[in-house]
């Protein structure tokens, strides 16, 4: 699985297709302002979330796969003048010299890991990383088997605006393996009829059942997990899984 060069050719114009995006920042703020010690994020990427918990002073480290997208970061945060704690690294064997009291995973990043080797791979190196009374918080999407059947497959577009321009985003979601169960989306990004960008990536397709049984086989015992940011229960396949995670 090629996590480096993911994001590597989509760096530049990531914070364009992904504006708006910040549903989720609100709840890892909350999150991680009552740490008691150093924090961690993991898949720091350009820095969405990451520079706004270090705006809230959230003592906060961060690591990502992507070099071209945590130079991003790094000049995002030198226009802030914010000095970020961050390295390249993979989720799967990332080491630290310390240990940290929140670990947070944002924005499906867990779900860039495609098999159950690469799944508790990521799980027990944020287990290995979390104090005694740490807690791991990240967030994955329900597979909807109505959206799977009747939205993937198709080509979708739509048009965002950025800095006066007008950007148009074609992406196609597809059910790559059936058996393995991922799916692959491929997006591209044009500007006045140009492409400017263009990122193909794939997501495991977890449904609760399976996240619990990868926590219990990576030695975790206590979990509540939440549909979306705002702590409602679970109830539907619309909904984002959030999961609070203690060692």
């Known amino acids: 699985m090629g996590h480096k060069n993911l994001?590597?050719?989509?760096?530049?114009?990531?914070?364009?297709?992904?504006?708006?995006?910040?549903?989720?920042?609100?709840?890892?703020?909350?999150?991680?302002?009552?740490?008691?010690g150093p924090v961690l994020e993991i898949g720091c990427g350009t820095g969405r979330v990451y520079l706004e918990l270090l705006s809230a002073n959230?003592?906060?480290?961060?690591?990502?796969?992507?070099?071209?997208?945590?130079?991003?970061?790094?000049?995002?945060?030198?226009?802030?003048?914010?000095?970020?704690?961050?390295?390249?690294?993979?989720?799967?064997?990332?080491t630290a010299d310390q240990t940290f009291n929140r670990i947070v995973v944002p924005f499906r990043t867990f779900l860039h890991n495609l098999n159950i080797d690469d799944q508790?791979?990521?799980?027990?190196?944020?287990?290995?990383?979390?104090?005694?009374?740490?807690?791991?918080?990240?967030?994955?999407?329900?597979?909807?088997?109505?959206?799977?059947?009747?939205?993937?497959?198709?080509?979708?577009?739509?048009?965002?605006?950025?800095?006066?321009?007008?950007?148009?985003?074609?992406?196609?979601?597809?059910?790559?393996?059936?058996?393995k169960r991922y799916m692959q989306l491929d997006r591209e990004l044009f500007r006045d009829g140009e492409r400017v960008g263009s990122v193909t990536y794939r997501h495991a397709l977890l449904d609760k059942r399976t996240v619990e049984l990868l926590l219990q086989q990576a030695g975790f015992d206590d979990w509540t997990v939440y549909g979306g940011f705002d702590g409602d229960p679970l109830t539907s396949a619309d909904q984002e899984m959030v999961w609070v995670v203690k060692p």
């Open 7 to 36: 994001f590597n050719d989509w760096a530049d114009v990531y914070d364009i297709v992904y504006q708006g995006k910040d549903a989720d920042v609100d709840f890892y703020r909350d999150f991680t302002l009552d740490a008691d």
């Open 120 to 179: 508790l791979a990521t799980l027990h190196r944020i287990r290995d990383h979390l104090t005694p009374n740490g807690k791991l918080a990240f967030d994955v999407f329900l597979p909807d088997p109505e959206i799977i059947a009747t939205k993937y497959g198709n080509e979708m577009k739509f048009e965002l605006e950025r800095d006066e321009q007008t950007y148009t985003v074609v992406q196609t979601y597809r059910l790559e393996d059936k058996v």
């Open 58 to 94: 959230v003592d906060v480290y961060g690591i990502d796969v992507s070099g071209p997208m945590l130079s991003v970061l790094r000049e995002r945060a030198r226009r802030r003048e914010f000095e970020p704690q961050v390295w390249q690294a993979d989720m799967r064997n990332f």
